[in-house]
């Protein structure tokens, strides 16, 4: 079946302006997981959902950074007034369920946010 | 709190040779064990896993044995193949709470050589 999707897969943005990156998971999936991955900070999470709840908003760098699901499918991450360091490959993954430790996390492609 | 270390890369070898990415772990209670793998230009992907003490996870030649005596969840291969050439990730995720989150390791880059 169809594995998560991220759009765009790049975005090229000026600093001070807003960006929204987009998620779709796995069908049926109901938990969603944002993280980071840049060449300094490794894989960074930044931000969790089960169904259409956030739980654990703790990784979020700043109040820059704000994220919503709707229907408990598609996700939205917004970056308002972007800044260099925010330049990085934003992964987004799902899983059955967030509260088991079992259940793997299925990774989409990733969309490459640079920030000039 | 729950934290991984794995080995710093980069690793490199020849066709053929015996790999070990050594992985130890910091975790309350009993989580879940993960290698995932980033060939290159590509997004993560599982390469194996483990839910409980001493249960081996496997795949594509790759094994790891989860290991709660030692906190470790070391990667090997008994033979490389250049297609091997990746960085991989060692990771757990804890059971309830807030903790939903998969907890990763820096990666290590592997290179292997024909």
């Known amino acids: 079946g169809a594995g998560v999707s991220q759009s765009p897969s790049n975005k090229v943005t000026e600093k001070g302006k807003d960006v929204e990156l987009r998620c779709d998971p796995i069908s049926g999936h109901t938990a969603l997981y944002w993280y980071r991955q840049s060449l300094g900070q490794g894989l960074e999470f930044l931000i969790y959902?089960?169904?259409?709840?956030?739980?654990?908003k703790s990784g979020l760098p700043s109040d820059r950074f704000s994220a919503e699901r709707t229907g408990g499918s598609v996700s939205t991450l917004t970056i308002q007034r972007t800044q260099q360091e925010d330049s990085a490959v934003y992964l987004c993954a799902s899983s059955l369920e967030a509260g088991a430790a079992y259940y793997e996390q299925y990774f989409g492609p990733g969309t490459r946010l640079t920030v000039t | 709190g729950n934290s991984v270390t794995q080995m710093e890369g980069p690793v490199t070898l020849s066709e053929e040779a015996f790999l070990t990415i050594n992985c130890t772990y910091t975790a309350t209670g009993y989580p879940s064990l993960f290698w995932y793998v980033q060939y290159p230009g590509e997004g993560l992907q599982l390469l194996l896993k483990a839910t409980k003490a001493d249960d081996k996870g496997s795949n594509k030649g790759f094994e790891a044995t989860y290991r709660k005596e030692t906190t470790s969840f070391h990667l090997e291969k008994g033979s490389v193949q250049v297609s091997d050439s990746a960085v991989y990730f060692c990771?757990?995720?804890?059971?309830?709470?807030?903790?939903?989150?998969?907890?990763f390791g820096k990666g290590t880059k592997l290179s292997v050589k024909p």
């Open positions: 959902f089960q169904g259409n709840s956030a739980p654990d």
């Open positions: 990771a757990l995720k804890n059971y309830g709470g807030s903790q939903g989150n998969l907890i």
